[in-house]
């Protein structure tokens, strides 16, 4: 079992930056490939970033290439999301989520291959 715990959401103007992290427990991160996700009031989930188990690919929804940037540390467990030059309809909750990836490039796009989720943490971006 992977537990993830995110934090770093907030409140935040348009315009501005938000780091997100996700930690986890109960196995080590290295042999997961780690995805954040967010899901907007009405809106389906969606796919934000995925990288692979250390970082030999990273992969972001074609809208936000630029803004956003997944990292992760194995040696702490941690995966982060730095936002930068945030828009109101970036609001949403970020969940941080894991799959296991037997492949070093693994870093997959659908949310429906993540097996373990976070509780998820609120963003909301005010204009």
């Known amino acids: 079992q992977v537990h993830l715990v995110e934090s770093g959401g907030g409140l935040v103007q348009a315009g501005g930056s938000l780091r997100l992290s996700c930690a986890a427990s109960?196995?080590?991160?290295?042999?997961?490939?780690m995805g954040w996700v967010r899901q907007a009031p009405g809106k389906e989930r969606e796919i934000v970033a995925a990288v692979s188990r250390n970082v030999e690919r990273t992969d972001y929804a074609d809208s936000l290439k630029g803004r956003f940037t997944i990292s992760r540390d194995n040696a702490k467990n941690t995966v982060y999301l730095q936002m930068n030059s945030l828009k109101p309809e970036d609001t949403a909750v970020y969940y941080c989520?894991?799959?296991?990836?037997?492949?070093?490039?693994?870093?997959?796009?659908?949310?429906?291959?993540?097996?373990?989720w976070g509780q998820g943490t609120q963003v909301t971006v005010s204009s």
């Open positions: 989520a894991a799959v296991y990836c037997s492949g070093y490039r693994c870093a997959p796009r659908e949310e429906v291959r993540y097996g373990y």
């Open positions: 109960g196995r080590t991160l290295s042999s997961y490939a």
